[in-house]
């Protein structure tokens, strides 16, 4: 059992299993719970990253970093990094804010084209794990003379809400840099960052002019509930620079997702002396909406003698409530209403026709005494 495969990043990850036993018919349910191990490394998004740095840059000078990832959870994925010595950098560390996930170089020694064309470095990410794994990648400095101001973004994080099932060409925000430069130095363009992941792309596209960032694909809070955009803001010069930002769009659950029903079991015909409280049938019920939009209860069509009885998380069993008599009613058609609470709600149906079977409970009658 891979837990990474199975659960992806949750945190629970767990094989739920129904047993179901004939004759009385119960059902009992059995949950595996996969505990992680330290099985994945952290992972950069490269072996090698290329970074172009003015030399006039001054002191304290962020420049940011993608982190490594690690597909375990808990322990076996809190990450420290640490950075190859030199002179010229000291690691930046990422914030508290978990949404920033970014690391920085932190200029610690004015950069000398001259002195030091090239610098290299090793960025090294250590996972929590016992025994403890690692990844690296290579940091390959290029310095370069000219434009020696970069644009900047007026913050380093925007935090956007996005409902989902909003058309295509919505937009998310109208991103706004400035660089102290004059002419083409001081112009910028706006592009995503190479680190971005493919399914952001394809469900955002921004201006390099405006540096407005539009829809143009589809946004599902049951495929995504956020977006991590990371974005660049380069300047037009010989030499461009370039300023950095992220932008967090959050997805916000509409109740679009109809609750569904399946019936797990049936006990059917049911004798007409069955005991009160026999199960008839095991209903599991489910939406995929978050919140109360997936908060799913069952009712039962008025005037026939059963009832629901809630057992397990979303599943409820059929059982007799009431005394049957066959030669009064043969058969009963029971509908089951499945209702989420979303505003509005949505509603699913479901029929099953229940036979009432015959038991001996008449003796024979003659016309006349």
Do not use: W
Request: hydrophobic share 35%.
């Amino acid at each position: 059992i891979d837990r990474e495969e199975l659960c992806g990043r949750s945190l629970e990850c767990s094989i739920h299993l129904e047993v179901i036993v004939e004759r009385p018919l119960q059902i009992f349910h059995v949950e595996v719970e996969v505990k992680d191990i330290n099985d994945n490394p952290p992972v950069f998004p490269g072996t090698q990253k290329n970074l172009f740095m003015a030399e006039s840059r001054p002191l304290d000078s962020l420049f940011p970093l993608e982190g490594a990832s690690d597909a375990d959870i808990g322990a076996n994925a809190v990450l420290t990094y640490r950075l190859s010595p030199n002179e010229y950098f000291s690691l930046e560390k990422p914030s508290d804010d978990e949404r920033i996930k970014r690391l920085g170089l932190v200029l610690r020694k004015p950069l000398d084209r001259e002195e030091a064309p090239e610098i290299f470095l090793v960025l090294t990410a250590t996972d929590g794990g016992k025994p403890e794994l690692t990844g690296t990648v290579q940091l390959l400095i290029t310095v370069l003379d000219a434009n020696d101001n970069a644009p900047t973004f007026d913050r380093t994080l925007y935090t956007v809400k996005l409902p989902e099932n909003v058309p295509n060409g919505t937009l998310v925000i109208k991103l706004n840099a400035s660089d102290l430069d004059e002419g083409s130095n001081g112009d910028i363009i706006y592009s995503f960052s190479t680190d971005i992941l493919p399914n952001v792309k394809s469900k955002f596209h921004i201006d390099p002019v405006t540096g407005e960032i539009m829809l143009k694909g589809y946004i599902d809070f049951e495929e995504s509930k956020s977006y991590e955009i990371f974005v660049e803001g380069i300047d037009k010069g010989q030499l461009p620079l370039s300023g950095h930002c992220t932008v967090m769009v959050e997805v916000e659950d509409t109740n679009d997702n109809v609750p569904i029903m399946e019936f797990k079991s049936l006990s059917l015909p049911i004798r007409e002396d069955a005991p009160l409280g026999t199960v008839i049938a095991l209903i599991s019920v489910s939406d995929l909406d978050s919140g109360v939009n997936g908060q799913v209860t069952c009712t039962l069509s008025p005037h026939v003698p059963f009832k629901l009885v809630s057992t397990f998380k979303n599943y409820y069993s059929l059982v007799l409530d009431s005394t049957l008599d066959r030669e009064s009613v043969s058969h009963y058609a029971v509908v089951v209403t499945a209702r989420d609470r979303g505003s509005p709600s949505l509603s699913a149906t479901a029929k099953v026709s229940v036979e009432v079977a015959d038991v001996n409970d008449n003796a024979p009658a003659f016309a006349q005494p």
